[in-house]
């Protein structure tokens, strides 16, 4: 799940530059806008209402991980190569693996540290620096911040919501955040209908890239833990180098292909090193699970039974234990 999110999510950062000259925040509100009409009829996962504190963590994943992070990357392509721009995101994993643990107020693994320090020296060899002015780099360091953002604030609401009700409370919550300062800035006085490749564009960026991805990146999230996931934000890269060399039909350099390498080591010896793996399939085996709850019967007159609790939650099963 993680892989095939972070494959099209690198891909999308190359096809990205086929809307550049569309109105960015209109166009963003417009692909959120569909992604959660298609969520909510297909899914119809808003049964589940997010407390007042998931709310406000939903609030800021719309601003930083969707709209912010959007709008960063938008605007770092226009002043930036998409190499430069895929090497900054790129050092997510090293962002998640430090910032995850600190906001528990525990210690960062060092074995998921070394091996995100090394994911992200792999992104650098893959696309060795590329070229940006002032802008390209502030909007690039946005969307680095924006893609950090969008795993550790969902990781905290995911185990009661669930990737569905995340994914479309975030994308709802997003739409007005991206149209109310379109206004000043005079996009809604500049629209117009997109062009052919421009609509085939936001249609990817809508279906595939958020309705699928999305669902896939927080389900992962949701198995392997944040800091082993973020890990995988180092195909990002990869995958925006692959599609950027098909697109402008040029082959990746040798140093190029050897960060490439570099990357699926890293990755596979981090998730080794931590067990990932062959802990989430444990799981799904009910080996290293623990045993579920059962609700205590009531007595006679008990007019407040004690209800079940799934493993994994408090009693008022609203924040994940431990």
Same mark, same amino acid.
Request: charged fraction near 10%; charge should be positive; hydrophobic fraction near 55%.
């Given at each position: ?285 009910? #080996? /290293?699970?623990? !045993? *579920? @709850?059962? $609700?205590? &019967?009531? +007595? =006679? %007159?008990? #007019? /407040?039974?004690? !209800? *079940? @609790?799934? $493993?994994? &939650?408090? +009693? =008022? %099963? ?5």
């Amino acid at each position: 799940m993680c892989v095939t999110g972070m494959v099209v999510l690198g891909s999308s950062v190359s096809i990205s530059r086929s809307i550049l000259d569309y109105p960015i925040l209109t166009g963003q509100a417009i692909r959120y806008a569909v992604a959660a009409a298609i969520l909510v009829v297909v899914l119809r996962p808003l049964a589940v209402r997010p407390t007042r504190a998931e709310f406000g963590r939903l609030l800021l994943l719309a601003a930083t991980g969707m709209a912010g992070f959007n709008v960063c990357l938008l605007a770092a392509l226009r002043h930036a190569d998409p190499a430069m721009v895929g090497t900054i995101v790129g050092a997510a994993p090293l962002g998640i693996a430090v910032a995850g643990p600190l906001l528990r107020r525990s210690r960062p693994a060092p074995g998921l540290v070394a091996a995100s320090a090394v994911v992200v020296a792999g992104a650098a060899l893959v696309h060795g620096g590329g070229h940006a002015d002032l802008v390209g780099l502030l909007g690039a360091l946005g969307a680095f911040v924006g893609e950090v953002c969008f795993s550790l604030l969902a990781a905290s609401v995911l185990p009661r919501l669930g990737a569905a009700n995340v994914t479309t409370w975030a994308c709802l919550l997003s739409v007005p955040m991206l149209l109310v300062p379109a206004v000043p800035l005079g996009e809604l006085g500049r629209m117009r209908l997109p062009s052919a490749p421009e609509a085939a564009t936001l249609a990817y960026l809508s279906i595939v890239l958020t309705v699928l991805v999305f669902l896939l990146w927080y389900g992962g999230i949701a198995r392997l833990g944040v800091e082993k996931a973020g890990l995988f934000v180092g195909l990002l890269p990869v995958t925006t180098l692959l599609t950027a060399s098909i697109q402008d039909g040029v082959l990746p350099s040798p140093p190029q292909v050897a960060g490439v390498l570099v990357v699926a080591l890293a990755l596979a010896a981090g998730l080794a090193a931590t067990g990932a793996v062959g802990q989430d399939r444990g799981e799904r085996r009910g #080996t /290293n699970s623990a !045993p *579920p @709850v059962t $609700a205590r &019967q009531p +007595s =006679a %007159g008990d #007019t /407040n039974p004690t !209800p *079940p @609790v799934a $493993a994994g &939650q408090s +009693s =008022a %099963g609203t924040e994940p234990v431990g």
